[in-house]
């Protein structure tokens, strides 16, 4: 139900992937520069019509778009804190992000999601705390929730690889 993997989110063929994106919904760096570019146009032409409605997607929550030229059907975006030396809630905002995201993927028939290690790079949350707050978060809300069959954890560095692979191992 749950597996960790290492590379690249944008070529895993999955009902959903998600993107771990910035307030803007209008592309960045990291995977979320990495999703549009391999989605293509059609995914920022979703998001505009989504930030035109809302205004942007604010920390701890998530909207779905296409997924464009991916092997996806959906690309869910969600919002991630940028560390604080967790004064600012950031460990709460973190697992929102995941939590909302499942919801979305729950709402849209989701059976196989795949997510990236969100705020874990230029928004320099602790890997392992990061790490955790995912894998509980996960593990929480499948006990309880049977439309989602597989969630991959997407790793694109060798550490954070290791980390999940480690909390996978108390999982089972």
């Known amino acids: 139900m749950i597996e960790v993997i290492q590379g690249d989110i944008t070529k895993i063929p999955v009902d959903a992937i998600v ?3 910035n307030t803007s919904l209008l592309g960045g760096g990291g995977v979320d520069g990495a999703i549009h570019r391999a989605g293509g146009p059609e995914i920022l032409e979703d998001c505009k019509k989504i930030r035109s409605k809302q205004g942007g997607c604010p920390v701890g929550t998530a909207v779905i778009t296409t997924a464009g030229k991916l092997p996806a059907k959906y ?14 809630n950031e460990e709460a905002l973190l ?20 997510f990236p290690n969100i705020s874990t790079g230029i928004y320099r949350f602790p890997k392992q705390r990061a790490a955790e707050i995912a894998m509980d978060t996960v593990q929480q809300f499948l006990a309880v929730n049977a439309v989602i069959e597989k969630v991959i954890f997407v790793c694109f560095d060798g550490e954070n690889l290791e980390i999940y692979r480690e909390l996978l191992k108390t999982v089972r």
């Open 19 to 21: 993107n771990a994106a």
């Open 75 to 88: 690309v869910i975006h969600t919002v991630g804190p940028v560390w604080n030396q967790g004064k600012s």
């Open 95 to 114: 697992a929102s992000a995941y939590l909302s995201s499942l919801k979305l993927a729950v709402e849209h028939e989701v059976n196989t999601i795949a």
